[in-house]
């Protein structure tokens, strides 16, 4: 109760802010930067998302933020292309701006204002967003891909019915769970199913990022394994995006 008073006025004063956290190739170079929201309380400091998402989606005022994440990350990614870097960015969206009749109309219009292509931006989605996926749902998808976007399948193998979501929507690619990285190499049904994820996603010609990598072992199985993308504190913690310049320059 407490908490969603101070969230709206966080809204209005503009205490929200992105951190960035680096998807790198096989080669370690940073290609996609994820969008992670932050609220630098000036009562509570800065607060994780997993504390503050939940509130801000039961009083729908997610919908707010998510708009407020989606310019933010326009503006970056065009900053980003000013100084020469390359980066495009993730922006998380919630099952419920999935819901909504004018989320593809919404984002293309900021899309539009900002000036942003749309090529500078993936959307990653969490299975839950599909758990009651009608056909607006359907229809929103199908106008994000048709406007550029990318469309990601966050945490994927965690829902319950991962494979439904692959034969029925055309997503770009998907991002692997960190609970089925974090025992690589050592646990051999992590290494089954990471391997079978990785095979069975090649051939549906989807993109594959691995995230939670927290050490070289694993990354190393990863890429040995096709993974295109690794994303995980071994390579970079969520950090300031005047931050990830500086790593790039000093990489
Ligand atoms: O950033 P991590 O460090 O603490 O994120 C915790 C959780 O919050 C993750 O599940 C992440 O996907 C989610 N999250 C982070 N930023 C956003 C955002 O901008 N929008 C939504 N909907 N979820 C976010
Ligand atoms: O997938 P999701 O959007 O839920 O992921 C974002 C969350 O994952 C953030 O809380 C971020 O801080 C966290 N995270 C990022 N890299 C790692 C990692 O290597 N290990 C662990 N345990 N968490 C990570
Ligand atoms: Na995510
Ligand atoms: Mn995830």
């Known amino acids: 109760q407490r908490l969603e008073g101070e969230l709206r006025l966080a809204l ?3 205490e929200f802010e992105l951190f960035y956290q680096p998807q790198v190739d096989t080669d370690n170079q ?12 000036p009562s509570r400091g800065l607060v994780s998302p997993a504390v503050f998402i939940p509130v801000l989606e039961d009083t729908r005022l997610i919908l707010e933020a998510s708009r407020w ?22 922006i998380n969206l919630s099952p419920l701006d999935f819901h909504q ?13 900002e000036g942003t292509p749309a090529e500078l931006l993936e959307l990653e989605l969490t299975e839950s967003a599909l758990l009651e996926a009608d056909d607006m749902v359907q229809e929103t998808l199908r106008r994000l891909k048709d406007a550029g976007l990318p469309l990601f399948l966050d945490d994927f193998g965690t829902g319950y019915a991962s494979l439904t979501y692959l034969q029925q929507f055309r997503f770009d690619g998907i991002k692997i769970d960190r609970q089925f990285v974090a025992e690589l190499p050592d646990n051999p049904r ?37 993974c295109h993308r690794l994303q995980g ?19």
Request: proline letters at 2%.
């Open 69 to 90: 994440v989606f310019r933010q990350a326009c503006r970056q990614a065009l900053s980003w292309r000013r100084q020469g870097y390359n980066w495009r960015i993730a």
């Open 30 to 41: 940073a290609q996609v930067m994820e969008a992670l929201l932050r609220w630098r309380s």
């Open 190 to 226: 992590s290494v089954a199913l990471v391997r079978g994820i990785l095979t069975m996603a090649v051939q549906l010609g989807l993109e594959v990022v691995a995230e939670g990598v927290e050490n070289e072992r694993q990354a190393a199985f990863l890429r040995l394994n096709g």
């Open 233 to 251: 504190f071994h390579f970079a913690r969520p950090q300031r995006a005047a931050d990830c310049v500086r790593l790039a320059v000093h990489a």
């Open 12 to 14: 209005e004063r503009g």
């Open 101 to 113: 009749p004018d989320l593809a109309d919404t984002l293309i219009g900021i899309l539009d204002e």
